[in-house]
């Protein structure tokens, strides 16, 4: 077993969970969904005052799943103002104000994200009990860096990490090793003396595997290592097992 120094958790799934029951109702094609874009219906309005936040949402996730493909393809990460920019662009918003109005509705949407995590007690107690015995960062794919930034400090986490990497800043997401290797160079560690914990077992333990770092997956719901992959060095069911697999 090598003597592992350094932690990097991944954010969302691991670190910190979504609150989905709170997020607000938008009506879109006579169906409720859930959706972190109703508060946007005033900022949509005061740049695309012909738009309707039904077509917008109908863009917005038509661009989403663009660029979801091409993230799945290349794992380049392109920051959140730039789906809502080419949104408004499919829109007919005016080329003038689409830069601004991204930057606009990108804001108020993350912070309905920020607003609707949160961190269990159960992750604070792990992250206080780690924090003497190993030096601690968070590598997460997401596309808006300030934003990940706000939930750290919401939380309390920020002062409990040597490290932060978020994939927007990046330009790459994992599974490409770059995420996990700019997290392993600010702990000042090697990648042997590293161990990466993350919810996603393409992204996290894909990543973790590409940059020579070990992988602890929470399999939150049980369903077991994918058909033909190799498994990672631990299987979780929770975050807070990480504890007992260190200590064995």
Sequence with gaps: MAAFRGILFDLFGTLVHFEPRRLPELVVGGERVHSTLGP????LAEWCPDVGLEVFFQALRAVSD?????????????????????????????????????VHLSRVHMEQIVALTVFPPAHAALLAALRPAYRLGVVSNFDDTAAAWEILVRHGIAP???A???????GLRKPHPAVVRAGVRRLGLAPSEVVLVGDTFAEDVGGARAAGVAAAWIDAAGQGVPAGAEPPRWILRALPELTRVLAA
């Design 40 to 43: 946007l219906a005033p900022v």
């Design 164 to 170: 932060v990497v978020v994939s927007e800043a990046v």
């Design 160 to 162: 409990q990490v040597d």
């Design 66 to 102: 663009e660029m979801a493909r091409a993230r799945a393809e290349e794992h380049v990460e392109l920051p959140s103002r730039e789906r809502f920019r080419r949104a408004l662009e499919r829109v007919g918003c005016d080329a003038r104000v689409q830069a601004e109005a991204a």
